[in-house]
């Protein structure tokens, strides 16, 4: 493994190794096995990984931003699933440790029992309405490594919604990547205590630490990319010598590893506070991942489009990623709070 990041305080370079340790441990492909995925998920849990970067005083690790990146982008390294579902436990478990109804299931989420799907109102993904008190529709998907998680709405700008899997219909979705999200559509029919409304809260904060989770795994998944291709090319002979001899490989190799470590520097940088600036990584972070895994492909050769090599896999999460945070929809809504404008959906009873 590479770091082309900034440089790394000690307690940031314990935990890289730490979680590489952990991934050589378990050298395993993930698949959409529930059993596996919720034994590395309790595993993560149990090492403090899970919910690193929530407060303490809530029953997180208290961890800052930067040193969250991090344990994050080493998710995205080996298995970029559990990177965006932990992303998704960090946002949920930060909105509902403010509310006292919501204090056991935030336990759970802090030890991997429990998972919260969290998805916005204005995604394309979701389709959700009031029929009086109850709150029906459907959300697209959701990309949690779990079967039957709860569903956290981003209701407004101050607002979410609560659902418990009770009153969800999940049904398994087919997608290019991510193996071991366990991707659901859901069915939604909720009412009385299965819907919670939650007020008072940050919702663009919530925003900013998904799309910059997004922005770590993907980081995670680029650079895995760049350095598979690296040592494929330097332990590939064709015509007398190493691949690393011509000219063209260097150079090809050269622009995925600067890429990664662009957004490497992009993400361990970035703030939640600007949700232009937590967009725009996010963005650039995903689009890049894509680009890097393609390159790194043909750096392969025809061998990199077979499963044996991860090279393949790489393309199919960064693609996969990049619509499970629906980036597309994430550039509606910030080109909206750019210029002063609410958010194009709020799920209210009264809309």
Known sequence: MSWRGPALGSDQRDLMAMLDDFAADHDIVLADNPEAVAGLVAELAELGVWTLGTAEAHGGGGADRATTAVALIQLGRSWPALGWAAAQAHTAADLLSGDDRCADLVKRVHAGTAAVAVADA?????????????????????????????????????????????????????????????????????????????????????????????????????????????????????????????????????????????????????????PVRSFATAHEACGSAIDVAAAALQSHGGYGYLAEYPAERYLRDAVSLRAAADIQSAAVTTARSLVGLPPATVLRKDA
């Open 122 to 274: 204005g995604s394309a993904h979701v389709r959700l309405a009031w029929s009086g008190d109850t709150l029906h529709g459907s959300v697209d998907r959701v990309d949690v490594a779990a079967e039957t998680p709860y569903l956290l709405v981003l209701a407004g700008e101050d607002t979410a919604l609560l659902v418990e899997p009770s009153a969800l219909k999940p049904r398994p979705v087919r997608r290019t990547g991510l193996g071991g999200a366990l991707t659901r559509s859901l069915e939604v029919d909720a009412s009385g205590s299965a819907v919670l409304e939650l007020t008072g809260v940050d919702i663009p904060a919530a925003q900013a630490r998904l799309r910059l989770g997004a922005a770590a795994v993907a980081a995670g998944i680029a650079s895995a990319a760049a350095d598979a291709a690296a040592t494929y090319a330097a332990g590939r002979h064709q015509f007398g010598g190493a691949l690393t001899a011509i000219p063209t490989v260097r150079q090809s190799l050269l622009a995925q590893a600067s890429k990664a470590a662009v957004i490497l520097t992009a993400v361990l940088a970035a703030t939640e506070d600007d």
